[in-house]
């Protein structure tokens, strides 16, 4: 989902203050982060209590209502600005032993590294915990929370997948198959009714293929609206009501535990989305609540950082999470370097011949930023970010993920060891996707940039599924 970029290679204190595992700062012990007011308080406007306004959960049954590129021929013509900030420049001669450093090999034990590259998507148990995923693109949530109930010794199945966009449904379905009607192509915001409405005929159509109780429900409702790209309608978007469809659907439902990601800007809300929907699912009978997480200190190779709602039945969720050693691009992607232009996941796209030569320039002169000069002038003002047109490196996370990942204009997204971008499949990997994931029945770049974009970190379901099993909470 598109967010502003967290670049750690600008400021190596980056973080120092951002919510690990447990939810304390790290040497700040129990800070307590986005705090949640007892009363929601709807900014430009009074108070409004949901309670009294919704009555007890409804019932189905309620009426309807090569590894150097040279310079592309003719490159300097077509940029004469850039070349003659160029020209002169002593390159610097760069061996890829020296930019590579040995990595270890990964422990027979770890978990994640082997969920990454396995290649057999997972196996699903009608008897198995229900999984319903709102809003949930390609599947990156309902992967996670597969992979955490796996390692607990639980089975699970999908029982409803729910977005608006069909080609990420196409490629979800590839991956998990089973029957068509698990797959609904739908506008949450078109079908459902108000929190405390009574039950529609498309709502009831909409989770006839759900069982009520005792199934998980996950969440990445749209966060355009509240990302720090978004200059336009940040923190008031109509899109940021779309995060109220939560609750419905656990009205609806009744989940046993409830899982919300989203960007860590959703508490900046004027539109109270996120008070809103805690206040809803509080009214339901669900103990809430909520965190921002740094994903980086729970094994995703990203300084990504996000806001984490949990609503369960019968206790309050603690925040007990593990915290790992932040892992960095080698052990995501090197694996992955001999592959490159195999197939249209493997490719990465063609740059123009300015940002070629850019691109060039920070190698041959083991550069990791770019100089102010060489950017394109409407990019030469005053800015903080330093990660645009910016070479990632082997030994630290990749900023955060975008659908952007494919052009250096957009982040810090040149990759540490070949002149080009990453390619769909080394974004995939960033953003913890396994490689069972079907992403190659998507041919279009631009389509499978921004699902893969899109996701939500898988590890980040597994962490949590994990978490709520041993809490007994699921």
Not at 25 to 44: C, L, S, W, Y
Not at 391 to 406: I, N, V
Request: proline content about 8%.
């Amino acid at each position: 989902m598109p967010e502003a970029a967290i670049d750690e290679h600008r400021d190596p204190l980056l973080g120092e203050d951002d919510i690990g595992p447990d939810g304390a700062a790290r040497g700040q012990p129990h800070r307590q982060v986005n705090p949640e007011p007892e009363t929601v308080r709807v900014q430009g406007g009074s108070d409004r209590s949901l309670r009294a306004r919704i009555p007890a959960p409804v019932c189905l049954h309620d009426p309807p209502t090569a590894l150097w590129h040279p310079l592309p021929a003719g490159s300097a013509s077509r940029s004469p600005a850039l070349a003659a900030n160029l020209r002169g420049l002593m390159p610097t001669v760069c061996d890829e032993r020296q930019l590579m450093p040995e990595a270890t090999a990964p422990a027979a034990a770890d978990l994640d590294w082997n969920f990454l590259r396995t290649k057999n998507p997972p196996s699903e148990d009608s008897s198995g915990v229900q999984v319903i995923d709102l809003f949930s693109s390609l599947g990156g949530l309902t992967f996670g929370a597969f992979e955490g109930l796996r390692r607990k010794g639980r089975s699970a199945r999908l029982g409803l997948a729910v977005d608006s966009e069909p080609a990420a449904l196409r490629v979800f379905r590839a991956t998990l198959a089973g029957a068509e009607r698990r797959y609904a192509c739908a506008d949450l915001s078109a079908v459902l009714a108000h929190v405390a409405d009574r039950t529609r005929a498309e709502e009831r159509a909409l989770v006839a293929p759900v069982a009520r109780g005792s199934s998980l429900l996950l969440a990445g409702p749209p966060c355009q609206g509240h990302s720090a790209l978004n200059n336009h309608t940040r923190h008031d978007d109509p899109r940021n009501d779309l995060y109220l469809a939560v609750a419905r659907v656990a009205r609806l439902i009744e989940p046993r535990a409830v899982v919300v990601e989203n960007v860590q800007g959703i508490g900046s809300d004027r539109r109270s989305a996120a008070q809103l929907c805690r206040a809803a699912l509080e009214e339901l009978g669900y103990e809430v609540t909520a965190r921002r997480l740094d994903l980086s200190r729970i094994g995703v190779p990203q300084t990504r950082i996000r806001h984490v709602l949990v609503a369960t039945q019968d206790a309050e969720f603690k925040w007990e999470l593990p915290e790992l050693p932040k892992r960095d691009l080698r052990w995501a992607i090197k694996d992955l370097l001999d592959l490159e232009g195999k197939t249209h996941l493997d490719s990465p796209p063609n740059p123009t011949p300015a940002n070629q030569q850019r691109m060039d320039w920070l190698f041959e002169h083991g550069e990791f930023d770019l100089p102010n000069a060489l950017r394109p002038v409407c990019h030469q003002s005053d800015h903080s970010y330093r990660s645009m047109y910016g070479r990632l490196r082997w030994d630290r996370p990749a900023q955060t993920l975008t659908s952007g990942f494919g052009s250096m204009g957009q982040g810090r997204y040149v990759h540490p060891l070949r002149r080009r971008t990453l390619t769909p499949h080394e974004a995939a990997r960033l953003q913890c996707l396994p490689d069972f994931v079907a992403m190659r029945v998507e041919k279009r770049r631009t389509l499978l940039a921004t699902m893969i974009g899109n996701a939500a970190p898988p590890l980040l379901a597994a962490r949590m599924v994990e978490a709520l099993i041993d809490q007994r909470l699921l």
